[in-house]
């Protein structure tokens, strides 16, 4: 199974019509597509403008077909009006040799990562209601990709089954970055999700995996330790919290 990500930025004022964009025209698509047994679009809980639409297929094959498919391309050329400009600007001479400033248009960043290890806590994913959805991320040693992968499947998932509020949990595995993992669990509210973080247990399952997690991550932990202050790397494991804006299951 291949979870989708399909990440864009909305312009502020066009949220609504972009949820009512892809309740009316995108999800009716993802229905008619073979392969697609489930999409959403989730909003983040921090950049209010950052949306995600993402999707469950049966194979990478699925996936790569909706991708080059005219359905895809339709759709994109019809959202790109809720769109947000970039932040960043090009500087060009025009004909009448003045230099003029234009934006760079925000293009949509695609990832898929295969399912590794999955468990429905207490519920399926077919249950499609208002929910919080929490992403972690996070870069593994090569040579410590099993004993993760086991890690995750014999301590994370059975603990995750019993903690209050958890509906659904998934270990992906990006297919680009082998050592990329991202572990997405379903909520039944973002309290429930900041309990689970607050309350210990996250802490403690992240100590029993760390020792996986890549040798940057690593030295940034002992270099902390060594100064008391805080140091950022481009692999640090991240928590990210998005809000369920809408969604179905087609299977």
Not at 50 to 70: F, G, N, R, V
Not at 73 to 85: C, F, V
Not at 159 to 180: N, Q
Not at 210 to 225: A, E, I, P, R
Request: hydrophobic fraction near 30%; proline fraction near 4%.
């Amino acid at each position: 199974m291949i979870m989708r990500f399909f990440q864009i930025r909305i312009k502020p004022d066009a949220l609504l019509a972009y949820r009512k964009f892809y309740d009316e025209k995108v999800i009716p698509e993802f229905q008619k597509m073979e392969g697609c047994l489930y999409a959403s679009l989730i909003q983040s809980s921090h950049h209010k403008d950052e949306c995600i639409s993402m999707t469950l297929w049966q194979s990478p094959d699925h996936a790569q077909a909706y991708e080059k498919s005219d359905i895809y391309q339709k759709l994109l050329e019809a959202e790109r009006k809720y769109l947000a400009d970039s932040s960043e600007w090009k500087v060009e001479l025009s004909k009448e040799m003045k230099l003029e400033y234009k934006p760079i248009p925000e293009e949509p960043t695609i990832k898929a990562y295969s399912v590794e290890g999955q468990t429905d806590a207490k519920g399926t994913v077919q249950e499609i209601r208002p929910m919080h959805l929490r992403i972690v991320s996070v870069k593994i040693q090569p040579g410590k990709i099993d004993e993760f992968r086991r890690l995750y499947s014999e301590e994370i998932l059975p603990t995750l089954r019993t903690v209050k509020g958890c509906r659904y949990a998934y270990l992906t595995e990006s297919e680009k970055e082998k050592d990329e993992f991202i572990s997405v669990t379903l909520w039944d509210s973002k309290q429930d999700a900041e309990n689970y973080e607050q309350g210990g247990i996250y802490q403690q399952l992240l100590e029993k995996a760390k020792h996986t997690f890549s040798d940057l991550y690593q030295w940034k932990m002992g270099l902390q330790k060594q100064t008391g202050g805080k140091a950022a790397t481009s692999e640090d494991l991240t928590v990210d919290h998005y809000n369920i804006v809408t969604g179905r299951s087609f299977k």
